[in-house]
Each structure stands twice: as structure tokens, then as C-alpha cells.
Nanobody, 114 residues
Framework: QVQLVESGGGLVQAGGSLRLSCAAS????????MGWYRQAPGTQRELVAR???????NYADSVRGRFTISRDNAKNTVYLQMNSLKPEDTAVYYC????????WGQGTQVTVSA
């Protein structure tokens, strides 16, 4: 059974940094993609960043140049380094893992104060 456990969210001032972690268990070494979505109140969940099984990365335009996604295969962990945070980055961030199915973490709150 696939389990994704996120950590690293919190409260930070604008311009600050946070690093989110997503530790996966029960996953196959071969997968399509892992990454992060986010959802702010009253909005749809949106893709923030993803990394494919081959190591390619994609970012939302709103975070490109500020956020970096990476993975540690030995630890089955994906990271999202978030720099130069803005109040509009405030949301619940969800880790996901995609193989044949899509699995989601429980979400971690990121709040950026002005």
C-alpha cells in the first residue's frame, strides 16, 4: 500500500524559505511522476512542480525560478525547496505519486505573511 507523508510546512514571512518533504513507502521504483499540488481556499488544486521517473522537472509559471523540486531515490523522498515566498503561495500543499494510479499525501499547510 502506497503511503505519502509530508512535512515541512509552516508559517513564514514574505521573502522567506521553506522546504517540504514527502516520504513515500510502498511505491514501485518505476513511476511516472511525483510532485506537489497546492490548493488555496476557494480555488482549485493546481500543479506546483513535478519530477518524472526519468528526472525531468516541470514547474508552474508562478513558482518557476523560486521553487526547486528534487528527489532522493535512496530515501524514496521528494523535496520542494521554496524560496522568495509570497503571500499568494499560501495554500495547503499536497504531495502526489503517479504510477498506474495516483496517490495523495494528507497535505501540509504553508502560510506566508506579508
Amino acid at each position: 500500500q502506497v503511503q505519502l507523508v509530508e512535512s515541512g510546512g509552516g508559517l513564514v514571512q514574505a521573502g522567506g524559505s521553506l522546504r517540504l518533504s514527502c516520504a513515500a513507502s510502498g511505491i514501485s521504483r518505476s513511476f511516472n511522476a511525483m510532485g506537489w499540488y497546492r490548493q488555496a481556499p476557494g480555488t482549485q488544486r493546481e500543479l506546483v512542480a513535478r519530477i518524472t521517473g526519468g528526472g525531468s522537472t516541470n514547474y508552474a509559471d508562478s513558482v518557476r525560478g523560486r521553487f526547486t523540486i528534487s528527489r532522493d531515490n535512496a530515501k524514496n523522498t521528494v523535496y520542494l525547496q521554496m524560496n522568495s515566498l509570497k503571500p499568494e503561495d499560501t495554500a495547503v500543499y499536497y504531495c502526489y505519486f503517479q504510477s498506474i494510479n495516483v496517490y495523495w499525501g494528507q497535505g501540509t499547510q504553508v502560510t506566508v505573511s506579508a
